[in-house]
Every structure is written in C-alpha cells, then in structure tokens.
C-alpha cells in the first residue's frame, strides 16, 4: 500500500485471506540448482547504469595491480646487486663490492610504486562501495515499489518472512559478494596477466613449470562448484523461511503462549532450522575447501619451481635475484587463483541472492493504468455488478452468476453464512481481484476502464482486523488524508468517538502506538481506524464488520456517527450481528457464492426465508445463552 493519496487505496485494515494459499515451502534442500548463467546476466545488465563508475574501478585496480607487480622485479634487481657485490668483494677484484646508492634508489623507487599501488586500490575500494550501496539501495526501492503493483494473490500464498527476506537477507547478500567479488576478479585476473608477462621475462622453462598446476587447480574448482551449488540456493531459500516463522510466531506469540503451542512451534522451527544448517553447513565447507587446497597445489609449485631455479643459476641461465622475483611471482600467481576460489564461491551467493531479487522483480503485475481511463470527477457512486463469476483459482469458482444494482448514495448490507463470499465481493470492487467473467460498472463504468490508484480513491474501507503502524496516534488517523490539518484530525476522532479516549492517554494524539498497537486495546484500534476512514472522506464506503470489536454501548455510538457519514454516499456493510443493518435500504443475502434474497430488511423477514432464518437463530442464541 503506497503513503502517497494518490495512487493508493483507502484500505484502513488488514485484508482477510478468504482461502488457503496453494502455496507451499517452496525451496527443498536438493532442489535443482539455480540458473547460474541466466542470473549473473541480468545482474550484469542491472549494473550496466553504473558503467561509469565500473570502468573507473576497473581503471584504478588495474593500475594498483600493475603497479605492484612491477615490485618483486625490482626487488630482484636489488638482491642480484647486493649478491654481485659480495662475490666482488670476496674474489677480490678490486670493486667496490656493494654500491648502496643503487639499492638505495632501487629501495625508494619501490616504496613510491607500493604507495602509489596502495592509493589506487584505495580509490577504486572507495567507489566501488559507493556502486555496491547505491545498487542496494535501487534494489531495495525497487522491492519497495513492486510490492505496490503486485497482485493480492501472490502475497496470500507467502509468509511475510519470505517476502521480507528478499528485501533484507538477500540484498545484503548481494550487496556485500559485488563489493567484494567485483574488485577481487578485476584485480585478480590483472595479477595473473601481469605475473605471467613477468615470469616469461625471467624464465620460460620456468614459467611453464610453474603453469603446471592449473590444470589441477581448475579441475578442483569446477568439482567443487559443481556440488555446492544446490546448497547455496537452498541456504538463501530457507533462511527466508526461517524469518518467516520466527515473524509469524513472535507476532502471535500471546496466542501461542495462550494454547501451549511452544512446543509445536519450536519443533517447527528446529525442523526449518535443521534444513538450513545442513545446507549452510554443506555450502560454506565446500567453499571452505577451495583455500587450503589451492595452497597445498600452490606448495607443489614452489618446491618444482625452487629445485629448477637452482638448476638454472648453476648452469648462469639466471641471476640469482630473478629467482627471488620469480618465487615472489609464483606466490602472486597462486594468490589470485585462491582469490578467484574465493570469488566463485561469493558469485555463488551472489547468484543465488540475484536469482531470489529478480524473481521477485519480474513477478507479474497488476495494470496499474489504461491508455484512455475514465475519471473519477463528479462520479455519483451507482454500483452493478453484472453476472459476475469468480474463483481464487480457474478450478474453483466461488462466485456464481452475482448480479445486483445499487443505486447512489443507498447503505447496502451483504449478509450470509462464513465463507458465502460477502468480503471476496469487497475485494473484486476495489479490485484486488478481477473478475473471471462478467463486469463490475461504476456509474456505467467498468472497474477495468478506471486506472487503479484512481479507482481506489473512491473507497473507504474499514476491515475487521485493525492495521495501525508504529507511529503517534496523529500520523495513524492522518494516514487517511496525508494533507489534512491537526484540526480535522481531531474532528473525525470526535466523530469516531475515540477523542475523549485520546485525551486520556499519556502524550493525547502524539503518543507513540507501538509495533502491532499493543499499548491500545482491540476496540480502540478498531475506533481510530475508522476515524482514519470518516478523515478520508471518500464516496463510497466499505464496512466489513467495523463495530465487531467494541462494546454494545460503544457500538451504537459508532453506529450513529456511521450513519451520519454514509449520508449521501453508498455503503456496503457486511455483517454477521444483522441486528446491526435493519436500517439498510438493501440487503443482499449470499449463499455459496450466489445471491439467494434481496430487500428490506422487513420485507425479507416478511418472506420468511434464509435471512429470516439467519436472523431468527440470532436471538435464538442469545436466549439460550
């Protein structure tokens, strides 16, 4: 639900699902691994906004690269000096032996070129991060933004916590492997060339030697990705259900407690925490693996290259100092292949964080607008529903052949058993759900034909389960119309009946509700939300069993303060207390989807059929309570 008036609904409660979601855990631990491929590409694609940036990080860790791979050379070059000068002076030739002033300047040309490699690598860390927060950020909004065109079903098919996981686990996710991973392969794979032109240039007998253990390093590599990947995705997955459970037990917990679920629930728990300790256990010691193993094939190419190099400065192939530089190269050489290891198992998260974000992002929306919609200016609130058919899913319509015609400005009440379709009704005229066939008309105008933000400016709607969010009380009621002033607050809560409650209050309108209201009580959150809706002031009103949650005597006052607001609007009023609706100018009785009876409410107890049935049992109860 958007914070802006426009564009958004005046939906002033949490929507019921009227139906078990067909949705179940969705990852297994050895669910098939991700598209790898198709994944990193449209994150590529994704970063291609940033090519300016990139290309600067590019440039800055090539050139910190470059720069200090130029130092075990020169380094070399100073060992070969001071080796050179020693058997000068020990063969007694009449040198010099040692000329410090050469090394000296080797030395200070070598501390510039690693200050200036360090500064480069700082830059380019600098923007980088500055890339990886901004494209967590645009993910983030992104996230935010989509939520508000996605269609109800797909969030009554979901926990809470899967959702939420994408937003937090897996953005952070993926924030954190691109900072590391992007500088990491850049720089990595410019060591490698780097090194690699330098050991040519000492030795090629020796560089290929040393090129012998990539074949090895490789095969390790592609066996270990191969078996880890199933459990990357499959840690990603069920840390979203996890969240999900620990949110839906925490916001429940009172009920929990009130039931002696405990135990269920942390057996629940233990069962979802089990499976993403094994996958999370499997993923990181098969990533965990890659490091030691590189540096035992690492080892092996020292000792290969160690007994050649001695060979070679025997034979006066090379200088001794060059086998210090190549030694050094060596090691330069197998670090990035380490590094890289490391990378592919990052890419992995990555991948798999990318996959989650994108799936989500590419999730099918709702129309948000049409090419020539209708206005909503001067609409007088004429309602007909024609033939209408509906199901939550094509197997199971729930909604048969519904026709009916509200004239404006008349208080309509929809009554019925549980689950005969009163609030699927609500839902399909604000359209959350679109009909299967049939139409709904607006003043002659199908629902489809206005842009949907517009159309749902049109509605107040008051549900059953209160939503307030954390927040002053002043913000809760303003949420209705954000530019409305203190003042007018203040008169919807008196029209409400909930100002005097307010005064009473430590702070009045601006004390703080907490997470979920639980300083207020279920009545009194139930009363501001509909002093939210009497703020709104919209053209048609929706009440789905507004009053259920407060007392008798509470009631009628809110009772008389609603019939005060619907004047001059039409209201749909759906009710299971019928007691509440006598006064309605039409009552449409739902049975299985179907409208069954139609009318007053006197002439439909005069026919003496299902609603007088519904209605009689009422008291009935009562008596025999």
Same mark, same amino acid.
């Given at each position: 639900m958007s914070n802006s008036k426009a564009g958004s609904s005046r939906s002033f409660g949490r929507p019921r699902g009227p139906h078990p979601g067909p949705g179940g855990p969705m990852g297994m631990a050895g669910e098939k691994a991700q598209d790898f491929k198709g994944s990193m590409g449209k994150l590529f694609r994704y970063l291609g906004r940033?090519?300016? *940036?990139?290309?600067?990080?590019i440039l800055f860790a090539v050139g910190s690269a470059a720069f200090s791979i130029i130092g075990p050379k020169m380094m070399g070059n100073a060992t070969t000096e001071i080796f050179n000068g020693l058997i000068r002076k020990i063969s007694g030739d009449g040198s010099a032996g040692i000329d410090f002033s050469k090394i000296g300047g080797i030395l200070l040309s070598l501390l510039v070129l690693y200050v200036v490699s360090s500064l480069f690598a700082f830059v380019q860390g600098y923007i980088m991060t500055g890339v990886s927060q901004k494209v967590s950020y645009n993910l983030r909004r992104s996230i935010s933004q989509k939520i508000n065109r996605m269609p109800m079903k797909y969030f009554e098919t979901r926990t809470h916590g899967e959702v939420l996981s994408r937003v937090t686990n897996d953005v952070d996710t993926l924030s954190q492997s691109l900072n590391q991973s992007m500088t990491q392969v850049i720089t990595s794979l410019t060591t490698v060339v780097g090194v690699l032109i330098m050991m040519f240039s000492i030795s090629w007998l020796m560089t290929l030697v040393a090129l012998l253990i990539l074949p090895l390093s490789m095969l390790l590599i592609s066996l270990i990705v191969k078996r880890s990947q199933k459990y990357f995705r499959s840690q990603q997955e069920y840390l979203g259900h996890v969240n999900g459970e620990v949110e839906e037990i925490y916001g429940g917990h009172s009920i929990v407690r009130a039931f002696n679920g405990e135990k269920d629930a942390i057996n629940k728990f233990n069962r979802l925490n089990d499976t993403l300790y094994s996958s999370a256990w499997k993923s990181q010691f098969l990533s965990g693996m890659m490091h030691p193993l %590189?540096?035992? +094939?690492? !080892?092996?190419?020292? #000792?290969?290259?160690?007994?050649?190099?001695?060979?070679?400065?025997?034979? !006066?192939?090379? $200088? #001794?100092? @060059?086998?210090?530089?190549?030694?050094?190269?060596v090691r330069m050489f197998n670090q990035p292949l380490a590094q890289v290891a490391q990378v592919v198992n990052l890419l992995q998260s990555t991948a798999a964080a990318a996959e989650r974000v994108f799936e989500f992002l590419d999730e099918e929306e709702e129309d948000q607008t049409?090419?020539?919609? *209708?206005?909503?200016?001067?609409l007088t609130g004429a309602v007909e529903f024609r033939n209408v058919h509906f199901g939550y899913t094509p197997e199971k319509t729930i909604i048969h052949d519904f026709t009916a015609s509200v004239r404006p400005g008349q208080k309509v009440a929809i009554v019925g058993p549980t689950g005969a379709g009163k609030t699927t009704m609500v839902k399909l005229l604000m359209r959350f759900y679109d009909v299967g066939s049939g139409e709904i008309l607006v003043d002659g105008h199908n629902v489809r034909d206005f842009n949907r933000g517009e159309l749902r400016q049109m509605f107040g709607m008051v549900l059953q389960d209160t939503w307030l969010f954390n927040g002053s009380i002043r913000e809760n009621i303003r949420y209705g119309r954000l530019d409305a002033t203190d003042e007018q607050v203040v008169e919807a809560a008196k029209a409400a009946h909930v100002h005097?409650? +307010?005064?009473?209050? *430590?702070?009045?309108? @601006? %004390?703080?509700? !907490?997470? $979920? *209201?639980?300083n207020v009580s279920q009545g009194q959150k139930q009363l501001l939300t509909i002093a939210r809706a009497i703020l709104a002031d919209p053209p048609i009103l929706i009440l789905d069993e507004a009053t259920s949650s407060v007392d008798t005597r509470t009631e009628v006052r809110i009772q008389k303060a609603m019939d005060n607001l619907m004047k001059g609007r039409t209201s749909f009023v759906i009710a299971h207390r019928l007691s509440t609706i006598r006064d309605a100018d039409l009552i449409?009785?739902?049975? @299985?989807? @179907?409208?069954?009876?139609?009318?007053t409410h006197d002439a439909l107890l005069a026919a003496g059929g299902f609603y007088a049935g519904l209605y009689n049992s009422q008291f009935e109860q009562v008596a025999a309570g």
């Open positions: 940033y090519r300016l *940036a990139i290309l600067f990080v %590189m540096m035992f +094939i690492g !080892n092996l190419g020292y #000792v290969m290259v160690s007994i050649l190099g001695g060979w070679l400065v025997v034979k !006066n192939s090379i $200088e #001794v100092g @060059d086998i210090q530089s190549f030694i050094q190269y049409v090419e020539h919609p *209708a206005s909503v200016e001067g005097h409650f +307010i005064q009473t209050l *430590a702070g009045g309108y @601006d %004390m703080e509700l !907490n997470e $979920e *209201a639980g449409l009785v739902m049975k @299985d989807g @179907d409208i069954v009876e139609q009318g």
